[in-house]
């Protein structure tokens, strides 16, 4: 299957172009105040060989711009990372680029004991409203659960455009079987996502050194459910394990000094040589990966 190329990390790119950036908006601050930089962020890794892009929405939750301030301007800014998209593939003058609208954890990345779902609605709909006229694919992203897509499924547009889920897994202890940040298995997570009728099943935000264990479950699950049509993938990100009790926003992580661009290439080809088909970065993943792995695995 011929693999796809996601980008990287939004946050780390628009830290090196100077752009706003701070606790708790995280990337939220450009959209705020500095909305170009986004595009050039977008423009960047299409540039350097990303085949789909991510909304800048990751950050527009009450958890990171307020409660007030999201109710106020959680539709508008979605609106506004989904046009900065849009308008970042038309400049590229790259029209088969194709955007995925971020669904980020609403409640904090990693913290599935935060849950609370019966506010799922209230702070997914006014995302899905004003991202729905960009995106090409729905990607609910960084899941610590199974219940956060299962419920967000729910409120997505019927039409037919794909459904991407991608879970973060437990990296900070041995497990005895690939689990996610809730401590729900991998193999219970895959089985509900093929009730669910996802598209693809996506592994990112944990590091790689995790993904591989989850890719063979992934793999074995769908293959005894008669569900190799769903698309596997991976995205990790550059950070030391992170403990439970992060929420992957409390300060700034450090990136591994062992994981540079050909090393992070050979965890990649080990995940496409497991038949993951949509490979990318997330949380330091720069635009420098993203050409390695496009020159490599094109």
Same mark, same amino acid.
């Given at each position: 299957?011929?693999?796809?190329?996601?980008?990287?990390?939004?946050?780390?790119?628009?830290?090196?172009?100077?752009?706003?950036?701070?606790?708790?908006?995280?990337?939220?601050?450009?959209?705020?105040?500095?909305?170009?930089?986004?595009?050039?962020?977008?423009?960047?890794?299409?540039?350097?060989?990303?085949?789909?892009?991510?909304?800048?929405?990751?950050?527009?939750? %009450?958890?990171? +711009? =307020? $409660?007030?301030?999201?109710? /106020?301007?959680?539709?508008?800014? @979605?609106?506004? &990372?989904?046009?900065?998209?849009?308008?970042?593939?038309?400049?590229?003058?790259?029209?088969?680029?194709?955007?995925?609208?971020?669904?980020?954890?609403?409640?904090?990345?990693?913290?599935?004991?935060?849950?609370?779902?019966?506010?799922?609605?209230?702070?997914?709909?006014?995302?899905?409203?004003?991202?729905?006229?960009?995106?090409?694919?729905?990607?609910?992203?960084?899941?610590?659960?199974?219940?956060?897509?299962?419920?967000?499924?729910?409120?997505?547009?019927?039409?037919?455009?794909?459904?991407?889920?991608?879970?973060?897994?437990?990296?900070?202890?041995?497990?005895?079987?690939?689990?996610?940040?809730?401590?729900?298995?991998?193999?219970?997570?895959?089985?509900?996502?093929?009730?669910?009728?996802?598209?693809?099943?996506?592994?990112?935000?944990?590091? %790689?050194?995790? +993904? =591989? $264990?989850?890719?063979?479950? /992934?793999?074995?699950?769908?293959? @005894?459910?008669? &569900?190799?049509?769903?698309?596997?993938?991976?995205?990790?990100?550059?950070?030391?394990?992170?403990?439970?009790?992060?929420?992957?926003?409390?300060?700034?992580?450090?990136?591994?000094?062992?994981?540079?661009?050909?090393?992070?290439?050979?965890?990649?080809?080990?995940?496409?040589?497991?038949?993951?088909?949509?490979?990318?970065?997330?949380?330091?993943?720069?635009?420098?990966?993203?050409?390695?792995?496009?020159?490599?695995?094109?």
């Amino acid at each position: 299957m011929p693999i796809t190329i996601l980008d990287g990390g939004m946050s780390r790119e628009l830290m090196r172009r100077n752009a706003p950036f701070r606790q708790p908006e995280w990337s939220a601050c450009a959209l705020y105040e500095e909305p170009s930089a986004v595009q050039a962020v977008h423009e960047d890794f299409i540039a350097h060989g990303a085949e789909v892009i991510t909304t800048d929405s990751y950050a527009v939750v %009450p958890f990171h +711009i =307020g $409660e007030q301030r999201f109710h /106020t301007d959680g539709k508008t800014l @979605a609106d506004l &990372a989904g046009r900065l998209a849009k308008s970042a593939v038309k400049n590229s003058g790259v029209l088969t680029t194709k955007i995925a609208g971020s669904l980020p954890p609403m409640f904090g990345s990693y913290r599935a004991d935060l849950i609370q779902p019966e506010r799922f609605a209230e702070i997914a709909q006014p995302l899905i409203d004003g991202l729905s006229p960009y995106v090409d694919i729905w990607l609910c992203e960084t899941q610590s659960t199974i219940i956060e897509p299962v419920s967000i499924k729910a409120l997505l547009p019927k039409d037919d455009r794909p459904f991407w889920v991608s879970f973060t897994l437990t990296d900070d202890e041995l497990t005895c079987e690939p689990q996610l940040r809730s401590g729900e298995t991998v193999k219970s997570a895959v089985e509900k996502m093929v009730d669910l009728g996802v598209d693809a099943i996506l592994f990112n935000c944990c590091q %790689p050194e995790v +993904i =591989g $264990e989850a890719l063979a479950v /992934t793999t074995a699950t769908l293959t @005894a459910l008669n &569900a190799t049509h769903i698309q596997t993938g991976a995205y990790a990100n550059a950070f030391a394990p992170q403990p439970k009790d992060a929420t992957a926003n409390d300060g700034l992580d450090e990136v591994r000094k062992d994981l540079d661009p050909p090393a992070y290439l050979a965890w990649a080809k080990k995940w496409t040589a497991q038949g993951a088909s949509i490979i990318g970065g997330c949380c330091g993943i720069g635009v420098e990966y993203i050409e390695t792995l496009a020159k490599n695995l094109k």
